[in-house]
């Protein structure tokens, strides 16, 4: 029975095995096929050992004894542990130390300290300002500030406010950062710091410029704080970003004056045309239309010379007064070609690169003028000048149309832009120009010949003559104890008399405040002063005079006087005084009232009633008096 027993058991596992696997040789096969294929992995995986360490024997578990294949277990293999490797020591080049000492000069307090509350709170504003928390981090600030007053970063915290309005933007927090920038520059003038913060202030109003033709007091004020700058600290590095933003500056300036130029050349005010083109050679050299306004000038000049070519002498003059007129009329002309002239010959010298220096030499070629060769020299520089010049992309175009900000784009990068503006041309300067050159044409003895190139000329206002010509001044002031008397034998006709002062006298009075007198009498002999021409000298046989000289008609309208223009002062003679009056006595007053009477308007009536008001209804309303009855009661008034 046990023996059935048994028989059937083994038969009834070898049916469940030969479920499973087909074979039992084939279960065995794939177990240790398995098993290789693990110890390979874990091989290939594992690094090989170091010479100083065991090597780890891998154990594999026996497989335990069981009655059938199904329960061998999978062998397996312990992965080793795997020694880490000292990393390579980094070594620092020579060009990293220079970087990190050059560093620490620049930011000295970076990386010190860090954890000191100053410190905590520095940081913290810093990002605060990076972040856009303008206010948060001025808060932070003002408080390091107010707490640490001998704190290392009060300095950097006092440019960080300055910094804050400056990001902040707007005319409003511009404006305080201004303040800010001006108070940092007081507290430390000599720190490295200044002279950024000057240059902030002129960046300040750079950003605020507007176009030429709008205010230009943004640039004015732009200009003056780069000059500033330059002229303070001359020997720091932001030095070539602030000329070459004083450069973008005199760009504006330059092209505002060349428009006014151009607008008053369209309406032919020649001296007002050629006092703006003048300034703008005279102050802003490195312009970049400076060809276009050298050309400008010349064709003022011409136009004066067209001028004077239209005038003709009058059909009445003699041949003598022809030819003087023909002669002061070459003069004048003469005088405006050379100006015309040399205008042209410096747009082909020292213009030689730019873009019309064409049409220069062609207009001197129709003025009969000599084109001049410029030098090597000047060659070099005009096309180094030109070549830095910036240019015009599609963005800066863009940029331009959409903010409208000033074209700063041409402006050149190179040359030392002026820090003084010269002396601006104006144009009453030349309309007095002008009248003296006229005067000389007419009268070469009197007057000398002017220089062409010369820009400023001392002009008199009335053609003077040798004989009325008055002496020197004297050196020394004059004053009121040194006038001399007059002559026993001088009247109306006496000689004109001028006083002298002597060393002596000078030196006496020279401790107290003085005033000089000069003392004109008209002598008999000399004849007396008619009246002055209205207009000045016309050309002789020219068929109208010249507009009147403004000195001139002055003159002209003052009455003559026999005095020389000087009219006495205070009585002639000593006269009395009159007698010392007593006031007159006030007069009595009347009362017109007679006692224990009353005024009628204050009398009681006779029935002893008192009277109604009267009522007027075209004043007031009468309805307390009486009723209104029929239409009476439409009218509301």
């Not at 927090?173 to 200044?194: H, V």
């Not at 008619?530 to 109208?544: N, T």
């Not at 308007?601 to 009468?622: L, R, T, Y």
Request: hydrophobic share 35%; charged share 20%; net charge neutral.
């Amino acid at each position: 029975m046990t023996q059935l027993t048994t028989a059937s058991n083994i038969h009834i596992s070898s049916n469940k095995t030969s479920s499973l696997f087909p074979n039992l040789r084939t279960a065995l096969t794939l177990v240790v096929l398995l098993a290789v294929t693990i110890g390979a992995r874990a091989q290939t995986a594992a690094p090989a050992p170091d010479a100083g360490t065991q090597p780890q024997t891998t154990q594999v578990a026996a497989p335990p004894a069981t009655d059938s294949a199904a329960d061998i277990p999978i062998i397996t293999k312990k992965t080793p542990k795997v020694r880490k490797q000292k990393a390579d020591k980094v070594v620092a080049s020579k060009d990293t130390k220079q970087a990190d000492k050059k560093a620490k000069k620049v930011d000295p307090l970076a990386g010190k300290d860090a954890n000191l509350p100053d410190k905590v709170l520095y940081d913290k504003a810093q990002l605060a300002v990076k972040s856009g928390r303008y206010d948060v981090a001025r808060l932070d600030f003002q408080t390091l500030l107010n707490t640490y007053p001998d704190s290392q970063y009060m300095m950097k915290a006092k440019l960080g406010v300055a910094d804050s309005w400056y990001k902040e933007g707007g005319s409003a927090a511009l404006t305080q950062a201004e303040q800010e920038y001006k108070d940092f520059i007081t507290f430390f003038p000599n720190a490295p710091e200044a002279a950024e913060a000057q240059m902030r202030v002129g960046d300040i109003y750079f950003r605020q410029m507007d176009k030429p033709d709008r205010d230009y007091a943004n640039s004015v004020h732009a200009e003056e704080e780069y000059r500033m700058m330059l002229q303070q600290f001359p020997d720091s590095i932001l030095v070539p970003q602030a000329k070459q933003r004083l450069r973008e500056v005199q760009e504006t300036l330059a092209s505002r004056e060349a428009n006014i130029a151009a607008f008053y050349a369209t309406h032919q005010n020649w001296s007002a045309t050629i006092a703006r083109y003048q300034t703008v050679v005279d102050t802003y050299p490195l312009y970049s239309h400076m060809d276009d306004v050298l050309i400008g000038l010349g064709d003022s000049f011409e136009a004066e010379a067209r001028g004077v070519r239209l005038m003709k002498a009058s059909p009445t003059a003699t041949k003598e007064q022809q030819e003087v007129f023909e002669t002061a009329k070459a003069r004048l002309l003469k005088i405006d070609e050379d100006q015309a002239a040399a205008a042209l010959n410096k747009v082909v010298l020292e213009h030689a690169a730019s873009a019309h220096v064409e049409d220069a030499k062609d207009r001197l070629v129709a003025m009969g003028r000599p084109v001049p060769t410029p030098t090597p020299e000047q060659v070099a520089a005009s096309a180094a000048l030109e070549n830095s010049r910036g240019q015009y992309t599609l963005s800066s175009r863009v940029e331009l149309f959409v903010l409208h900000k000033a074209d700063t784009v041409p402006a050149a990068s190179i040359g030392d832009p002026p820090l003084v503006d010269a002396k601006p041309t104006l144009a009453p300067d030349v309309t007095k120009k002008s009248m003296s050159d006229y005067y000389a044409a007419i009268n070469p003895a009197a007057y000398p010949q002017r220089n062409a190139s010369a820009t400023t000329t001392a002009v008199p206002t009335e053609p003077t003559s040798a004989a009325t010509t008055a002496p020197a001044a004297s050196a020394t002031p004059l004053s009121l104890q040194d006038v001399p008397t007059a002559t026993p034998g001088a009247e109306n006709g006496s000689s004109a008399a001028l006083t002298n002062v002597s060393e002596a006298s000078s030196t006496a009075t020279s401790g107290g405040s003085s005033m000089g007198i000069e003392i004109v009498q008209p002598s008999s002999n000399s004849p007396a002063p008619g009246p002055a021409p209205a207009s000045p000298p016309a050309f002789p046989g020219s068929e109208s005079s010249t507009p009147a000289h403004p000195a001139t008609a002055a003159a002209a309208a003052l009455p003559v006087d026999d005095n020389g223009g000087l009219k006495p002062v205070g009585p002639t003679g000593p006269t009395a005084l009159p007698p010392i009056e007593k006031p007159a006595a006030a007069p009595d007053a009347i009362n017109e009232v007679t006692p224990g009477s009353q005024p009628p308007a204050q009398s009681a009536p006779a029935n002893g009633k008192k009277a109604k008001p009267a009522c007027n209804k075209s004043d007031e309303s009468c309805s307390n008096h009486k009723k209104k009855k029929g239409l009476a009661k439409l009218n509301p008034f």
